[in-house]
């Protein structure tokens, strides 16, 4: 058995099933394992930033790693942005790195670069083997550091020398093993307590993988019993949401809006997540949100189950999760009338089935979405983390294969679409049930906001150029058919309306294109 | 004026004239300066690997900097693999890297990372200004770099407070100084020229910045007086041919013929490249071509221009440049019969106008292309430099913008095409004459045949779905047609040949979708 084997049968054996892929020459003996090594499903990406995104959003539902293949440091920089994201949604990945035989780096062939350097800022770990041996101990340390409580991103280094070599005798197998939490400093869990229940205006935030249904329904019995006011990040990796489920307050992305929101707080206790700050700087305005008056806790760091961490705060204020009241009726289906933000939200809220996931990189044409969507059917809503667009598409594929029972919908903006456009590609040969509703306002909406909020003014349609997505108007029914996914654009509520719900009913990749006024 | 503008105005006055963006809100600044700002003219690109790669192209035509425009650290981590592919090459480029507020990196805000280590491995140098002066100051040392004689890639970041602070006082503006080469190094070219005389067996092997027009007809003078044999490295950023120009023998790619090619060399001289190397190890193969016997010879570095050592080498061996003899006749063009790579290149050979600009990214498909556009019209050839695929849609891009009047033909693979598809956009969108030959053979062709030349075996559907790109079978027809190509898909020989013909005599973005046999 050679170490590329060896290495895959052991991501087996830890509980990695998935290994979304670009491989080149340097990976071929790790795609020839493919072949013997069962309990790996190989997905092709047609760029290593869908291989990352999806594997992030692989993480996010399915709560352990999937590998991804990427071929040297070129490779490994495609994926970059969406490593990014994924480090920024505390997600868990493993990346195997092929590189040059050890041997052959010296001579700085074409494809020869400083992998460690780019790997380094999206890496909690980086693995560099230098024998079969330990190569197959890097995979077992890859995978713990995946497996943290608040997830890890590992990068193992597979040199082609190392994967063709042969392993001295049989490797030893090992079973899966959770990496233990470390328990809750109850110091900092009765400090936190006491100021949830001062009497002073109190706030309790929460994100990272506070997100999810348990440690949310945990925190909303918290406030709900302290009076404090429960806050979600802007962007939480993985958000429990619908009928039955808390509505926490979410930050708002506008800082201006955000201060004004938080400025009252005398306490703020935060889990799974840090104080909140300012997405960009802007001239003469606030970097940070909350009032200097105001007194920060976290009870809890990396090394902590954010459950355990709530568990004993309830505990410690006495509070149990109980029923949430309902949020109020859904809006109607639209039968006819313009399409845009509104229409579109009412549509989305009252046609989103049960146990959907949201892939939401809407950017600014989802907004009413969120909100009508807080009555609709129980579903979970994945956010773009760490603001690098394109890992909307790429994450929708990923959730997919996670969870083939539920269906995916992917909001997606025009701009951001088309970063990692391949992935409706990988959608479409998987046969994954993901519903593209893709936005065409035929501009970076959002930056045209952006470019009056940080005081520059561009009059001339020169600036203007670098906003907008006219001249020409892309064509995104023909891209996703030419992709293979089923495709159809429309431009109004209603058609948008049976167009979802057609989609949403067979199973399989659509793309509906928006059209936006 | 703000520093936004200042620095556009700075890089103007420096002589650039052209900037590949795709920003975000902290280059908000820049984008305003531009309509403030005349001479530099803004191109939006939909992904920044389709910036960087533009760049790459244009600088290798116009022999000057475009600047790009990134958005912080992801956006830079999106153009990494072209910015390695340009590094290889030698270019010429400027990037603008937007950063937060100085004041504001602290937050550890969602879009925060590490610019200095993703710009390490492919930058010549990286600017972080502290001040507004410093910022100007920073500029043209960028500009500096890039004019090397052998081309630089700066990395300037420019954080949003500085950005659009403003200057005090008027900036002092400065003409455009080409940095001066250093003399070259008369002992190495003397020690050079023995070697080409000595009788003995030799090679001058060029690459690098001598594959222009009069660096090349100097190599070949060489060769010719001195028996030497004139190899190219096996690619090469920009390569003069056609009739009238020498005809270097090629590098192999395969190392296995490289290694039968040269090994009976006793003396190899390079000129603006290095001895090479394999572009991966295989299992018992050798990483480098040239004997342990041949004696190795370096009369030039980074610091030297190519045509001076030249120059000087053919003074040396008393060599004077002649017209080079026709390489026969050109094949006629194909009315019928199956497209494969030797019809296709026989089509394009007897078709491909004078001053064409050939980007290629064939792959498996433009073998005989190159061989039978030997005695073609005139023409350039850009290569692929660092072996990241995904340089030649964008690359075409780049060298239509710097030569408005010369027709540009892509020779696209399509595993390679999906990693910047986006590129077709921007062609569009700036009307230029781009024909795209898009190779459909429904997989990566190459990757087949590496995976049997490293020795590795893979039977199953499994290991080789990760190589095929059908299921589904992408219609690239559909995908340039939605992105503003005039596209057809041709599956004959003649077809090809009609269509091509059309394309050529038609200005604006075409693309012919040639499905291979």
Redesign the interface.
């Known amino acids: 058995m050679n170490v590329s084997e060896a290495v895959l049968r052991e991501l087996v054996d830890l509980g990695v099933e998935v290994c979304f892929?670009?491989?080149?020459?340097?990976e071929?003996?790790l795609?020839?394992?493919?072949?013997r090594v069962g309990g790996m499903r190989?997905i092709?990406g047609?760029?290593e930033?869908v291989c990352t995104g999806a594997a992030d959003g692989y993480a996010r539902m399915a709560g352990k790693p999937a590998a991804t293949?990427l071929h040297l440091?070129?490779?490994l920089?495609?994926g970059?942005?969406n490593l990014?994201?994924a480090k920024?949604a505390s997600s868990r990945m493993i990346n195997l790195v092929g590189d040059?035989?050890t041997?052959?780096r010296k001579?700085?062939?074409?494809?020869q670069?400083?992998i460690h350097?780019?790997a380094?800022?999206?890496s909690d770990w980086i693995g560099d083997p230098v024998s079969a041996d330990d190569a197959l101990a890097k995979t077992r340390q890859a995978f713990d550091i995946a497996m943290r409580p608040n997830g890890g991103l590992s990068t193992l280094i597979v040199p082609?020398?190392i994967a063709?070599s042969e392993m001295t005798g049989i490797p030893q197998h090992h079973t899966a093993k959770a990496k233990r939490a470390n328990s809750v400093d109850l110091k900092l869990v009765r400090e936190a307590a006491a100021a949830l229940r001062s009497g002073e205006p109190a706030a309790l935030l929460i994100g990272g993988h506070a997100g999810l249904e348990r440690p949310l329904a945990l925190a909303a019995a918290i406030a709900e019993k302290t009076g404090a006011r429960l806050f979600a990040d802007t962007?939480v990796p993985r958000l429990a949401r619908g009928r039955g489920r808390a509505r926490p307050d979410r930050v708002p992305y506008l800082g201006e809006m955000a201060v004004m929101m938080m400025q009252g707080f005398r306490h703020a206790v935060m889990v799974g997540t840090?104080a909140p700050?300012?997405?960009?700087?802007y001239?003469n305005k606030p970097?940070?949100f909350l009032s200097p008056a105001c007194k920060t806790y976290q009870p809890w760091d990396n090394d902590n189950d954010v459950i355990d961490v709530l568990t004993a705060l309830a505990e410690e204020v006495g509070a149990t999760v109980a029923p949430i009241p309902a949020a109020g009726a859904l809006p109607d289906v639209p039968t006819s009338g313009k399409l845009n933000v509104e229409s579109f939200g009412n549509a989305f809220a009252a046609l989103l089935p049960e146990g959907a996931i949201v892939s939401d990189e809407a950017v600014t044409s989802g907004t009413w979405a969120q909100i009508a969507s807080q009555s609709a059917a129980p579903h979970d809503w994945l956010a773009l983390?760490?603001?690098?667009i394109?890992d909307g598409i790429p994450m929708a594929v990923g959730a997919a294969v996670a969870c083939p029972g539920r269906p995916v919908i992917n909001l997606q903006a025009d701009?951001s679409a088309?970063?990692t456009?391949?992935g409706l590609?990988t959608a479409?040969?998987e046969n994954l049930h993901v519903v593209t509703v893709l936005f065409n306002n035929k501009s970076y909406g959002i930056?045209n906001m952006?470019?009056d909020?940080?005081?520059?003014?561009?009059?001339?349609e020169?600036?203007r150029?670098?906003?907008s997505?006219d001249?020409?108007v892309?064509?995104?029914t023909?891209?996703g058919?030419?992709?293979?996914a089923s495709a159809v654009r429309v431009d109004d509520a209603g058609a948008f309306a049976m167009a979802f719900k057609r989609a949403l009913a067979e199973p399989g990749p659509h793309l509906i294109e928006a059209m936006m006024v």
């Open positions: 892929g670009n491989p080149g020459t340097s071929m003996h795609v020839a394992s493919f072949d190989p092709l047609l760029f930033g293949l440091g070129p490779g920089g495609n970059f942005a990014h994201n920024r040059h035989a041997y052959h001579y700085d062939a074409p494809l670069s400083d350097a780019i380094k800022p999206v082609a020398d063709w962007f840090k700050v300012a997405f960009f700087a001239p970097s940070t983390m760490g603001g690098a394109g701009g088309m970063y456009i391949q590609w479409a040969r930056l952006e470019l909020r940080v005081g520059a003014t561009a009059q001339s020169r600036s150029s670098l906003l997505l001249k020409p892309i064509d995104f023909a891209m058919r030419a992709m293979g």
